[in-house]
Nanobody
Framework: QAQLLESGGGLVRTGDSLRLSCKTPARTVMWYTMGWFRQAPGKEREFVAAISRSGPTKYNDEIVKGRFSISKDNAKSTLYLQMNNLNPEDTAVYFC?????????????????WGQGTQVFVSS
């Protein structure tokens, strides 16, 4: 399976921004639907955002509220999640994942390949 490697997490304050990256093997973001999920302590993994190989995106509006943006760089084979105006409720491990080509999906079971995650901690 393709190796997905997240980075960019860290400790930030309320209102700060972070950009998460997910480095993938060559052509992965070009050919597959890619998504970001997150899991907070004691909670189930939840969908954040997804992007199809042709560009359409899907967001979990209850979480994102216009603050996050998913994008990808096909040349660098890297997926991004720009997160602005962070708050403590965004504290979680963030995972990138790859699914077979298709419309951007918010269903975790659609994704067959997952990274190890990057920790985001937002202090109040």
């Amino acid at each position: 399976q393709a190796q997905l490697l997240e980075s960019g997490g860290g400790l930030v304050r309320t209102g700060d921004s972070l950009r998460l990256s997910c480095k993938t093997p060559a052509r992965t973001v070009m050919w597959y639907t890619m998504g970001w999920f997150r899991q907070a302590p004691g909670k189930e993994r939840e969908f954040v955002a997804a992007i199809s190989r042709s560009g359409p995106t899907k967001y979990n509006d209850e979480i994102v509220k216009g603050r996050f943006s998913i994008s990808k760089d096909n040349a660098k084979s890297t997926l991004y999640l720009q997160m602005n105006n962070l708050n403590p409720e965004d504290t979680a491990v963030y995972f990138c994942a790859a699914a077979q080509p298709g419309s951007p999906s918010g269903v975790a079971s659609s994704y067959t390949n997952w990274g190890q995650g990057t920790q985001v901690f937002v202090s109040s």
